[in-house]
């Protein structure tokens, strides 16, 4: 099969994902408003109709990146039967929405069956690809992971979620987090990575300015950063790099022996998290997890 064909094939496979997300997001947006005297069920449903308008928009926008770079290791294509099935599950929830016949708990079942769907492993294939295409798709990818953490705990929030996740399988995580530790002090650095390396993969940089590079490379969840560092100090680091992308401002953790006024002044004017050093390692490893997670934990915040 020729270039022109491949790249066909996987234009057809990405658009068909496109068409899914689309379906999905209208859904949500139907089911929020359904469900709007459940605060809760309305905030979280309006959230998931946000959250695949935009992998829809990025999907968009992966086109042409897929098309020049990994679609000729395209084999495969989607047959008609394939099709109804990956578009299946939001059809049929969109039907049972319109005539106001579902339950909290049919609801949950039929996103959990929606979500952990056949189409599930062609969308993974797709954000697999998309990986490879630049830092924008990176995070998309861990938002995508976060998406799916969500979706399964509000499942397992339920008395019946253990056996509705049995009926529908578990969507298997499409990003591994990513810390990035910029220490000066290698035995530090050594041991931080150590800490952290069970729930990520942990990249190290020896000061701000190597830091910045791993951080224009690629996409992380968490920042843990020392302050006074050679070349660039992680204060400077910081603020270059909320310029490259302002969202970073929430995936940073301070990690400082410094006392010095300018930059407690800081840490407060920013509310960023800051641990003090020393620390246990049990608080510095759960504040990283709930940095993670776009938890703020304010009792680490100066």
């Not at 068909?16 to 929020?32: D, P, Q, S, T, V």
């Not at 959230?47 to 968009?60: F, S, T, Y």
């Not at 079942?109 to 490879?132: Q, R, T």
């Amino acid at each position: 099969m020729g270039q022109v064909d491949r790249n066909s094939l996987i234009a057809d496979l990405v658009n068909r994902l496109i068409g899914i997300e689309e379906r999905a997001a209208l859904f949500y947006a139907e089911a929020a408003e359904v469900f709007a005297a459940d605060v809760e069920l309305n905030r979280f449903l309006t959230e998931l109709a946000r959250e695949e308008d935009r992998h829809h928009q990025l999907l968009r926008r992966a086109l042409p990146c897929l098309a020049r770079e990994t679609l000729l290791q395209s084999c495969f294509w989607l047959d008609t039967e394939m099709k109804s099935n990956t578009e299946a599950p939001f059809v049929h929830a969109r039907q049972l929405l319109s005539h106001r016949k579902l339950t909290k708990v049919e609801l949950l079942g039929l996103i959990a069956e929606a979500e952990f769907s056949e189409w599930n492993d062609i969308f993974l294939y797709v954000i697999g690809l998309l990986k490879k295409c630049g830092r924008e798709f990176e995070e998309a990818a861990a938002e995508m992971d976060c998406h799916r953490r969500d979706v399964e705990k509000l499942v397992l929030s339920l008395p019946e979620g253990e056996a509705i996740l049995a009926r529908s399988g578990r969507m298997p995580a499409v990003w591994k987090r990513r810390i990035l530790v910029v220490e000066d002090e290698p035995t530090v650095a050594k041991l931080l990575q150590t800490l952290l390396a069970p729930e990520a993969e942990v990249v190290l940089a020896a000061d701000g300015e190597e830091g910045l590079a791993r951080l224009r490379e690629g996409y992380f969840d968490v920042v843990v950063s020392d302050v006074e560092m050679p070349h660039t100090d992680g204060i400077e680091m910081y603020r270059q790099a909320i310029a490259l992308n302002p969202e970073l401002r929430h995936h940073f953790v301070f990690f400082t022996a410094t006392r010095k006024p300018r930059y407690q002044s800081f840490f407060q004017q920013e509310q960023v998290v800051m641990l003090p050093k020393p620390s246990s390692l049990s608080h510095l490893r759960r504040v990283v997890a709930q940095v993670a997670e776009g938890v703020r934990p304010h009792q680490a915040l100066h």
